[in-house]
């Protein structure tokens, strides 16, 4: 996978790190020359340009990019800006970073769905979001152990947990399922709310946009989740 991390500040650079040294392709971004410099050995590319110059970023391979993630956090008008220039220029997949509610509402109303919330997350836990494909959270229990929240693959949709057996053909459980609707937020733009299905009992449905809490060894998830 390639990603451009755009704003290198703590979350930034820890971020940027740890997708590289899974094997994936990242350039960091950022308009100050030390953080570039300080980062340029330990990821793939760094860049410095000011990212709210829709000349500059220009030189970014976007089209190329598979995730784009603003981690800017020290100012929200350039956090905006750079955010409007991503969402203009169509990238595949673009993460924005909400400092406050009204911020996140202003975003949304942009139409960025994905957020980062760097007070209350870890560069690891995105890493491996990231990393995973159809994961929405994770959280390190211990080891290579993890639960972790993932849509619903298509080939599981309609069935009960039951039929799926996952227990006996991945060693993994599944805690609860969560539905999203949607409500109006603080500047009146519509946006998903979650809501836990209580505890999964072998009648429970997986039905399609759903979300499932799972329990296990990370690679047995990865087969769980994996496409056919």
Known sequence: MKYIIIGLGNFGTSLAERLTRTGNEVIGVDNKMTKVEALKENITHTVCLDCTDPQAVTYLPLKDTDVVIICIGENEGVNIMATALMKRLNVKRL???????????????MGIEEFVHPEDETAERWAKKLNLKGVIDSFEVEG???????TVPKKYEGKTLLELDFGKNFNVVVLTTITITKQKN?????RKVRKAQGVATSKTVLNAGDIIVLYGDVKNIEKLLKED
């Open 186 to 190: 603080l500047v009146g733009i519509s």
């Open 144 to 150: 290579n152990y993890s639960i972790i929240e993932a």
């Open 95 to 109: 993460i924005g970073r909400a400092v406050s509610p009204l911020h996140e509402g202003v975003l949304e109303a």
